[in-house]
Structure formats: C-alpha cells, structure tokens
Nanobody, 116 residues
Framework: QVQLVESGGGLVQAGGSLRLSCAAS????????MGWYRQAPGKQRELVAT???????NYAHSVKGRFTISRDNAKNTVYLQMNGLNPEDTAVYSC??????????WGQGAQVTVSS
C-alpha cells in the first residue's frame, strides 16, 4: 500500500514562504505524475501543480511564478516551494501520486493558513 505523508504546513503572514514536503513509502520513480492539490473551505479541490517522472511541470494560473514543484527521487519526496503567499492561498494542501494512469494515491493533507 502506498503512503504519502505531507509536512511543512503552518501559519504564515501574507508575502511569506512555506515549503511543503510529500514523503512516499515507495519509490516515486513509479509515479507519473505526482502533484499537489488544495481545497479551501467551501470550495472544490483544485490542482496546484504537477510534475512528471521526466521532470516536466504544470501549474495553476493562480500560482504560476510564485510556487515551484520539484521531486527528489533519491529521497522519495516531492516538494512545493510557495513564495509570495496571500490569504487566497489558504487551504488544505494534499499530495497526489498516479500509478499506471489508473491508481490515485492521496496524502492526509497539510493545512496552510496565510494571514493578511
């Protein structure tokens, strides 16, 4: 069973930065893509960023230029560096891993709260 564990969430002031980590229980080279999603209160879950096994990245328009997704296969970890945070970024951020285009795995989520 694949386990994804997020860490690095917390409370930050507007304009600040946070780095989220997603540690997998198995080699992440198997997953394509991996990504981060977020869900704010009363809203649907939305894609934040994805990264393929080859390193290609994709970002939501709202975070492009502020967030950076990366992966370290040696550490079985995916990161989301978030800069220039604003209150609209407040949400639960969840890590996702896709296997064989069929299986979707999710972490438990990490709360990110940005104060104005």
């Amino acid at each position: 069973q694949v386990q994804l564990v997020e860490s690095g969430g917390g409370l930050v002031q507007a304009g600040g930065s946070l780095r989220l980590s997603c540690a997998a229980s198995q080699s992440i080279s198997r997953f394509n893509p991996m990504g981060w999603y977020r869900q704010a209160p009363g809203k649907q879950r939305e894609l934040v960023a994805t990264i393929t096994s080859g390193g290609s990245t994709n970002y939501a328009h709202s975070v492009k230029g502020r967030f950076t997704i990366s992966r370290d296969n040696a550490k079985n970890t995916v990161y989301l560096q978030m800069n220039g945070l604003n209150p609209e970024d407040t949400a639960v951020y969840s890590c996702n891993a896709v296997l064989y285009d069929i299986y979707n795995y999710w972490g438990q989520g990490a709360q990110v709260t940005v104060s104005s």
